[in-house]
């Protein structure tokens, strides 16, 4: 029997203030030039649940969904149009797409009913209805709706007139398409048949492996190993999409492991690469290690060999790193991308070894367009504003609604990345070294070990993520690639496997991710030598998906769980007491094979070897000719106080603090240097510090460094300036160098992250291929020198090779970019250093050395110039200058501590005043630099820091020449610069404060004026 | 399922005898202050036991074993029908006995018993959903709400408390101002008309307020974050013992939790390292103690 269709609408009372309709008609004003009128909004909820009488519904709707204080209630035919409102827009879901609120809505009838209602399916869809007091026309409705209410990809509208009835829209269940595997036959098909099938299947496989593919199957052991086990001849559609989620570039990095042959065009120098991973990742961070254990370092744990990195804290605990990059799906849903991005990196360190690990913290860096970008947009592209926006908020809800602190963060912009942003995620968590007995990092799998998911549900949602990834993305991006995360159903996965790994019940986890059950199965398989699985076990979201789509699919909150068949039943007990859904989907075995069936049926059977070992490796043409540079001709200036005024707002400079301040950065109640701090709660700061828990003062320092505007200029330079950038920040913390004593035990663990465009060479379609390649190389050469110096170790990493965004017959691709993100051990948290200074009197120092090194300024990019002199990174220098700040450190002779990056001296010393506005009286020594590169000048490794002044002596005698001593903190609240006698800044810091904090970001987020926390008190 | 199977054990072989505070922190559907609850509760001298939802509505564990039961921040159920709507509507409704017995008939027994209850943030939501606060009526019914921020957005960011003069609740005892953070998207309490406001006011259970720089309360954003009626951060119920608020105490256990940490330890090196927000719990587990010295005496 269909169920009974009810409606359930809530209504603000009058006088009850409607936030988000005042919103709404703001941004249609501002953002999208429409004239709405006032704008009010409904919750409605259509609820389809057969044993309900009318009285039951209205005591559920009164008592369950309404706030008697704010709302109205209205049911059915009662939901009557409002006076006074003449255009509506209702916003729903589509079929299938996660509705937490509508799982929510069934949740508490669930509980008004006393009933154990099925929640597995939906009975209650909830949608949002904004009515407009304008007669705006539909074509307008719709413009608002797709570009400020949601997003085509995963939303319904209806729009129109009020008069003439309010249509709505609910989806309805999944069609029952039946469970149907194909055979697709590979036997003689052209080069230009494989790349067709390739390209129509979203294999995304170049032609010589589907070639490979292909002579697979021809191959005479193979047809005679399939006849003997009854497979057909030819593979079946889920056989080519377990090895295209296999072999693509996400899952198997090929390019990073290709042989690539570079060539310097200018030297003529040419060598060949066997492998960038190897070469420049893998076997630096070897050396690393046996430098590190030499000197009885013996924390690095475990790295490059499973879902995170882990270093050793201490004796009983380890510390779990990864930091991972979601841009594709961001580009084309940029909250449903930023959401997934967070909760899938979050299972990493969470399934990392057995898993189980508490997560401590989340950093997220942003690479989006000019959100003032006015050019016009490609067919598929959303405008940069919406991507921020959306990925802003994506960031909020995944990592609030998870508990997970965001600990601090960077956007960088540049518009180059308007056709794909990057969207950064890391999470640092902490693990016990052992859980019931067992080594906590080790993953042991042995056949008939039982294979169990956990979590969320399969869906149609992130079908061919792994693929599409690894793919340009263009106009036809398929809409099943969008996943919408739930961070309240991974919260629930999260507590319990927290609990399950204490109570030894696992043997390990891996999380599904890109790739799903076929990534998760396939890759646990390797470590047994086999697995089964039974798909008809798999849990649907909705029925109607064929096999293959349930392995690949990847749908999120899941985990795939091993565990001993012994164990199984206190494993399923605690699951249904914590409201987990689990499933024993198949086991391991050790036979070398993947086997996957359907309803008894065989789907597909794989080798190991072949699946894991037979993708064809590539050889990659690299060439490098250094770009033409020069420097500009800027007219010198007596006063530069204009000058700082315009970097302070300038858009990678200014405050991010209407962002910042809607993450939660100290729930955990751990954090200890937040991102903003001082007593106006405006200061910037370097890097995060975190203490590990309650009982000790260990913590971890956290920092990020990413540089991309100097890769134009030179993509060694920009590599080793982003890795310097991230140490130099935990540097000016109060971090210290790992290494240099024996066996202190200061761990510091380190993720890459390339994000490249398209850096495989095609004359057609990528002419500049080995150029880019070539800075790749480049980069990846930097990281290895710079790993070397330091003696810091990689222990994870990934990389994303496809950032170009293609429609319409052009091609956006974002600058070479690396980002390196950094935790290093902090001893004792309460020895932290902010930036801001403290105390009139205390004297300021420069420690570092600056060069004439404008190139890719901030300072050139105000006056539209990129100039050529790139900052280098004198790494010897860096780390002597590194090593005498934590011996000052470690005698507390340093009161505030800030590292030069963008807008160089002049901007670092502004925001060391934003704290508590102190002044600063400044002197500017005679050298030969102009004065220009004196106040801007980006040169690497340097910091502003104050002194006290009885710790002068002290502090001069230990830094020697390599601090600099500029002048003192005031109590005036005037910045002063002077040089040669002159004034070349003076300004009200508090003046300064004000255009940085009402800069570009802040403003496009609404919020017009940010008073500081007690700013006007304590004096 | 205590979150430490040892802590469990520890809490049954204690409970007959033993004179110290026992505090209950629930957790789970996504609650996710419990940890540093527990933290602050320890650090007061309490024995605190986290437990998950589940284990007290299925009987596993009874909420009169404890002395104080704590309702953290979060994110419960997602808080996608209103923050703690869910979690509210499930103590009410769900039936966990028999009779239709449910957790909130528990809860006003052992309010009921003299005993002790706290919630924060999205906890003290869940108390003001279900009218245990205020409960001016004395029928738990919902009186007031808590709703989204004027700004409209969630912040996170530090305030500026005043202790209300006439307030009885022995959580604030000895307290007059305290720096905490809210880190909250619905926040705004709505107090639905005067009559109810001047109830309020009168018995002083607008226990917190929101303070500017001179120390007077505000309703001017950001030092009034969310722009409450009564510039109001949190409330009890006319016998003191049901305390919720939104700011978050149990994220200033230690002074280095405060943004200006650094200035202020170079002005005072020798000031306590313990934070303000400690104050509050060593109050509740201090009061506790002696009234259990007492009775044993």
């Known amino acids: 029997m269909e169920p009974t269709t009810h409606t359930i609408q809530l209504t603000l009372k009058p006088g009850q203030h409607d936030g988000d309709g005042h919103r709404v008609a703001a941004a249609a004003a501002r953002h999208l030039g429409l004239a709405t009128g006032r704008v009010r909004t409904a919750a409605r909820y259509t609820v389809r649940y057969g044993a309900l009488s009318t009285e039951q519904l209205r005591a559920f709707a009164t008592r369950c969904l309404a706030d008697p204080v704010l709302h109205d209630v209205t049911l059915n035919e009662a939901v009557a149009p409002v006076p006074g409102f003449a255009a509506y827009i209702l916003v729903a879901r589509g079929p299938g797409v996660t509705d937490d609120e509508g799982t929510s809505a069934q949740n508490a009838l669930a509980d008004f009913l006393n009933e154990p209602l099925d929640t597995h399916t939906q009975h209650i869809f909830s949608k949002r209805l904004y009515l407009l007091e304008n007669d705006l026309p539909t074509a307008d409705l719709r413009r608002l709706a797709e570009e400020l209410l949601g997003n085509k990809m995963i939303n319904r509208f209806e729009v129109g007139r009020v008069a003439d009835g309010i249509r709505d829209y609910t989806p309805r269940p999944g069609g029952g398409a039946e469970a149907i595997t194909e055979t697709i036959s590979l036997t003689g098909l052209s080069d230009g048949a494989l790349v067709q099938l390739s390209k129509d299947n979203i294999y995304a496989l170049n032609l010589e492996e589907m070639r490979a593919v292909r ?155 000019n959100p003032d970008y006015d050019g016009p947009l490609l067919t598929g592209q959303l405008h940069p504003r919406r991507i921020l926006e959306g990925v802003r908020k994506g960031i909020e809800d995944g990592g609030n609604k998870s508990g997970v602190p965001t600990v601090n963060g960077a956007i960088v912009f540049d518009d180059r990345y308007r056709g794909k942003p990057l969207v950064y995620c890391g999470t640092g968590a902490v693990m016990p070294m052992q859980f019931a007995g067992l080594d906590s990092w080790e993953k042991k799998i042995d056949a008939g070990d039982r294979i169990v998911m956990a979590g969320g549900r399969v869906g149609k949602d992130g079908i061919h993520g792994a693929t599409f990834s690894s793919i340009e993305l263009d106009e036809s991006a398929p809409a099943t690639a969008v996943q919408i995360g739930s961070p309240i159903t991974q919260k629930l996965a999260m507590d319990f496997l927290l609990l399950a790994a204490r109570r030894g019940l696992l043997k390990c986890s891996t999380d599904n991710g890109a790739g799903g059950l076929s990534s998760s199965v396939g ?245 500049d291929g080995k150029q880019k390649l070539a800075k790749l190389v480049q980069m990846c050469e930097a990281l290895r020198d710079a790993t070397a110096a330091y003696c810091i170790p990689l222990t994870s990493g990934k990389d994303s090779m496809k950032n170009d965004f293609k429609a319409d017959g052009v091609k956006i691709s974002v600058p070479p970019t690396v980002l390196y993100s950094m935790t290093a051990k902090m001893e004792d948290v309460r020895r932290a250093i902010t930036s801001d200074f403290k105390e009139p009197g205390d004297v300021v120092y420069l420690l570092g050395e600056t060069y004439d090194e404008l190139g890719g300024s901030e300072f050139y990019a105000l006056h539209g110039e990129l100039g050529a002199q790139v900052p280098q990174v004198r790494f010897a220098e860096a780390k002597a200058l590194y090593t005498l700040i934590g011996q000052a450190n470690d005698g507390a002779l340093i009161q505030s501590c800030h590292d030069l990056s963008d807008g160089g001296l002049a901007v670092a010393l502004a925001e060391a005043t934003f704290g508590y506005g102190c002044g600063a009286s400044v002197e500017l020594p005679a050298t030969g630099l102009s004065l220009a590169a004196q106040l801007f000048s980006e040169s690497h490794s340097r910091f502003v820091a104050t002194v006290a002044p009885a710790d002068v002596v002290a502090f001069e005698a230990l830094l020697g020449g390599r601090a600099t001593r500029l002048g003192t903190v005031t109590d005036d609240g005037q910045l002063a610069v002077r040089h040669a006698g002159q004034t070349v800044i003076g300004a009200p810091t508090t003046e300064l404060r004000h255009t940085w904090s009402n800069g570009p970001v802040n403003q496009l987020l609404g919020v017009d004026e940010l008073a500081g926390f007690g700013e006007t008190t304590g004096h | 399922m205590a979150q430490d199977s040892q802590e469990l054990v520890h809490k049954v072989q204690l409970s007959a005898q033993d004179s110290a505070v026992r505090a209950l922190v629930l957790t789970g559907f996504g609650i996710n202050c419990e940890e540093e609850i527990a933290a602050a509760y320890r650090l007061a001298g309490a024995q605190a036991t986290i437990v998950h939802l589940n284990q007290v509505l299925h009987g596993a564990v009874s909420i009169h074993d404890f002395d104080v039961l704590t309702f953290p921040g979060g994110f419960s159920f997602g808080d996608d029908l209103g923050s703690g709507v869910v979690l509210a509507n499930k103590l009410r409704y769900r039936q966990t006995g028999p009779g239709g017995r449910t957790l ?170 313990e934070g303000e927000g400690l104050r509050i719990f060593r109050n509740i587990v201090e009061h506790i103690a002696q009234k259990h010295s007492v009775l044993a005496s």
């Not at chain 1, 559609?237 to 990095?253: M, P, V, Y």
């Not at chain 1, 013996?298 to 490059?304: E, H």
């Not at chain 2, 279900?130 to 912040?155: C, F, I, K, Q």
């Open chain 1, 215 to 369: 002579d697979y199957y021809a191959a005479a052991d193979t047809q005679a190993t399939r006849r003997a086990q009854g497979l057909p001849a030819d593979p079946t559609d889920c056989e080519l999409e377990i090895i295209a989620q296999t072999w693509s570039e996400h899952c198997k990095h090929k390019e990073f492991s290709a042989v690539i042959n570079y060539r310097d065009l200018a030297t003529g120098e040419e060598k060949q690469i066997d492998s960038l991973f190897k070469t420049y990742i893998k076997d630096a961070t070897s050396e690393v290690d046996r430098q590190l254990r030499a000197n009885g370092n013996d924390w690095l744990v475990k790295v490059f060999s499973d879902n995170a990195g882990a270093v050793r804290i201490n004796a009983d605990s380890l510390f779990v790193w990864k930091v991972e990059t979601h841009n594709s799906p961001s580009a084309i849903d940029p909250y449903g991308g930023a959401i997934t991005g967070i909760l899938g990196n979050n299972r990493d360190p969470l399934a990392t070894g057995i898993g189980g690990a508490r997560l401590l913290f989340n950093t997220n860096v942003l690479c989006f367009g």
């Open chain 1, 523 to 767: 890759e646990l398989a390797g470590i047994s030598g086999g697995a089964v699985v039974e798909l008809e076990k798999v849990p649907l979201k909705y029925p109607g998906l064929r096999p293959w789509e349930i392995f690949v699919s990847e749908s999120q909150e899941r985990f795939t769980l091993v565990v001993e068949p012994g164990r199984m039943a206190e494993l399923l007990a605690l699951g249904q007491e914590m409201e987990v859904e689990l499933t024993d989907i198949g086991h391991f075995t050790n036979d070398g094979s993947l086997d996957v069936n359907f309803d008894g049926q065989p789907v597909a059977r794989l080798a190991l070897e072949f699946l894991h070992d037979g993708v064809p490796r590539k050889t990659l043409a690299a060439e490098y000719e250094k770009p033409v540079a020069t420097e500009p001709a800027i007219p010198a200036q007596t006063d530069y106080t204009d000058t700082l005024r315009q970097l302070l707002g300038a858009l990678n400079i200014c405050s991010r603090e209407a962002v910042i301040r809607q993450y939660d950065h100290e729930v955990k109640g751990r954090t200890i240097v937040k991102p903003l701090m001082g007593a106006t709660g405006q200061a910037p700061q370097d890097a995060a510090v975190v203490r590990f828990n309650f009982e000790s003062w260990e913590g971890v320092a956290v920092s990020n460094g990413i540089l991309p505007r100097y890769g134009d200029l030179d993509a060694y330079q920009m590599s080793a300036g982003s890795f310097d950038e991230a140490v130099r920040q935990i540097i000016a913390v109060g971090g210290k160098l790992p290494n240099l004593t024996p066996g202190d035990g200061i761990f510091w663990s380190v993720n890459d992250n390339f994000c490249v465009p398209d850096s495989v060479y095609d004359p057609a379609i990528n002419p």
């Open chain 2, 104 to 273: 909130l008939d528990d809860i006003k027994q052992f309010v009921a018993d003299g005993k002790f209850v706290l919630g924060i943030c999205n906890g003290f939501q869940v108390l003001v959903k279900l009218g245990l606060l205020p409960n001016l009526g004395g029928d738990v019914t919902p009186e007031v709400t808590l709703t989204h921020n004027a700004s409209g957005r969630y912040e996170d960011r530090w305030v500026r408390l005043r202790v209300h003069p006439r307030t009885t609740t022995p959580f604030l005892k000895g307290l007059d101002v305290l720096e905490v953070p809210v880190r909250h998207g619905e926040g705004r309490l709505v107090v639905p008309d005067a009559a109810t406001r001047g109830a309020l006011e009168a018995a002083g259970l607008n226990c917190l307020s929101y303070i500017d720089a001179a120390g007077d309360g505000t309703s001017e954003y950001p030092h009034n974050p969310n722009g409450a009626d009564l510039n109001c951060a949190g409330l009890t119920d006319p016998t003191g013992q049901v305390f919720g608020l939104m700011p978050h105490p149990e994220a200033f256990l230690s002074a280095f939790n405060h943004p200006d940490w650094a200035r202020r330890r170079r002005q005072n090196p020798g000031a306590p390292e």
